[in-house]
């Protein structure tokens, strides 16, 4: 065959291999992974926020940490336990206002978690039944929960004003309550002016929740009850109360950690230091940190109030969770 017959006669050219298909393996890996790979933001913020933070103070709160080591904070001598030891010795003025403090806080924390829970609870079952305008009323009640918490706090701050207040204005000129007008913030009853305050503040939440946990009970059990002969209040104990257990005890224990860890609220309410009726912890260790310039001790009360709040946490939900087995 010559040459230019070959060059006439069609190549034939083998078809390029097809594409090797993924391991199974691999395609596993990458499914279970994805979900992984979209919590990473959240969870590296989370570190950043959080889980940082503490661990610098946990190690602040063994340093001998004052305004001459601020600039080089980790070169402050290491003290040991002697922050805690500070902290709670309660024979020294320190340990004095930190466990002053303390009580001031349980109290306020009973307050405010009771009336916020029987608020909520209260307008939640008045607004269960249907009726005109039930969902612009449930909008106005979480008017105060959707404000900023310093907006909240300003606000109240004004209302309590002794003489140009509206509280007083309306107790005092209108309602006749009192000769003088009281000063709602200084002496005692700026702990009244904080647990309105919280009160004001966190019972939305309440309403919130305990209303989401009434759309789950069936309405079956309340026909039931009303066969039975049982009346509202029976109802409300033997039925609604029982069913909403589970709800109550998360928010229970949320509005709890909220109220006792609350700082925002006394610190606007009052400014930089607290009358001592309405000195809450937080603004203890606020002011032992950053008025005393002692970021040692301060830290050491930050990681004590860490440790009695999962103390408590943990006491709380081993006896709820142990009620709810019995049951």
Not at 64 to 89: C, E, K, M, V
Not at 170 to 188: A, N, S, T
Request: proline content about 7%; overall charge positive; charged content about 15%.
């Amino acid at each position: 065959m010559t040459l230019a017959a070959e060059a006439a006669q069609p190549t034939t050219r083998r078809p390029p291999p097809a594409p090797r298909a993924p391991r199974r393996s691999w395609v596993r890996v990458r499914r279970a992974g994805l979900p992984y790979l979209f919590l990473l933001p959240a969870v590296v913020f989370e570190l950043l926020v959080h889980v940082v933070p503490m661990v610098v103070g946990v190690f602040m709160s063994f340093r001998q940490l004052t305004q001459f080591f601020i600039r080089h904070w980790s070169a402050a001598p290491f003290t040991g336990l002697a922050n805690y030891r500070f902290a709670l010795d309660f024979d020294g003025a320190i340990g004095q206002r930190l466990l002053h403090s303390f009580g001031v806080t349980c109290a306020f924390t009973v307050l405010a978690v009771a009336f916020s829970w029987l608020l909520g609870t209260g307008a939640a079952l008045l607004m269960q039944d249907p009726f005109r305008g039930r969902g612009l009323l449930r909008t106005y009640f979480l008017v105060p929960y959707a404000l900023p918490a310093y907006t909240a706090a300003i606000t109240w701050e004004f209302l309590f004003q002794r003489d140009n207040g509206l509280v007083n204005r309306l107790l005092v000129d209108d309602l006749h309550l009192f000769r003088e007008p009281p000063f709602w913030l200084l002496g005692g009853n700026s702990f009244f002016a904080l647990v309105i305050t919280a009160v004001w503040r966190m019972w939305p939440f309440a309403f919130l929740v305990v209303t989401a946990g009434l759309q789950n009970i069936p309405q079956d059990l309340y026909e039931a009850a009303a066969l039975d002969g049982a009346g509202v209040w029976r109802r409300i104990r033997s039925v609604t109360l029982p069913q909403l257990r589970p709800v109550n005890q998360v928010l229970v224990l949320v509005l709890f950690l909220w109220n006792f860890n609350d700082f925002n609220t006394p610190y606007v309410l009052f400014g930089n230091v607290a009358p001592p009726e309405a000195n809450l912890v937080s603004l203890q260790i606020y002011d032992t940190s950053f008025h005393s310039w002692n970021f040692g001790s301060g830290s050491a009360m930050s990681v004590l109030l860490l440790l009695f709040l999962l103390v408590v946490t943990a006491a709380y939900l081993f006896v709820t969770n142990r009620r709810k087995a019995d049951a």
